[in-house]
């Protein structure tokens, strides 16, 4: 088994930053794919950010790349998530989530979720 434990969210103002961080632990040898996905409040969870394990390839939702930015610390074992010049529309539940499968795309077919953080973008 892997669990997993997000970290750094909170309230920020519109145009603030937020780093988000996902701890990762147990079985992690198996683990290919680290992800972050986020659900605001009524609305579907949605695909926000996908990073290999290794840290080399990174993929994102088109709507989020320029302000978000995954990384991995491998020596670590935790996935960031620098989020900037945040939005209202950005507020939500933020959950990290790991595969054992080496693909990047926006499905949520993850083996493992953290709790989520929240997130709170005011106006």
């Known amino acids: 088994q892997v669990q997993l434990v997000e970290s750094g969210g909170g309230l920020v103002q519109a145009g603030g930053s937020l780093r988000l961080s996902c701890a990762a632990s147990?079985?992690?040898?198996?683990?290919?794919?680290m992800g972050w996905f986020r659900q605001a409040p009524g609305k579907e969870r949605e695909f926000v950010a996908a990073?290999?394990?290794?840290?080399?390839?990174?993929y994102y939702a088109a709507s989020l790349k320029g302000r978000f930015t995954i990384s991995r610390d491998t020596a670590k074992n935790t996935a960031s998530l620098q989020m900037n010049s945040l939005k209202p529309e950005d507020t939500g539940v933020y959950y990290c989530?790991?595969?054992?499968?080496?693909?990047?795309?926006?499905?949520?077919?993850?083996?493992?979720w953290g709790q989520g953080t929240q997130v709170t973008v005011s106006s």
């Open positions: 147990g079985r992690t040898f198996s683990l290919a794919a």
């Open positions: 990073i290999t394990w290794s840290g080399l390839n990174t």
């Open positions: 989530a790991a595969r054992n499968t080496r693909v990047l795309d926006r499905t949520p077919n993850y083996d493992y």
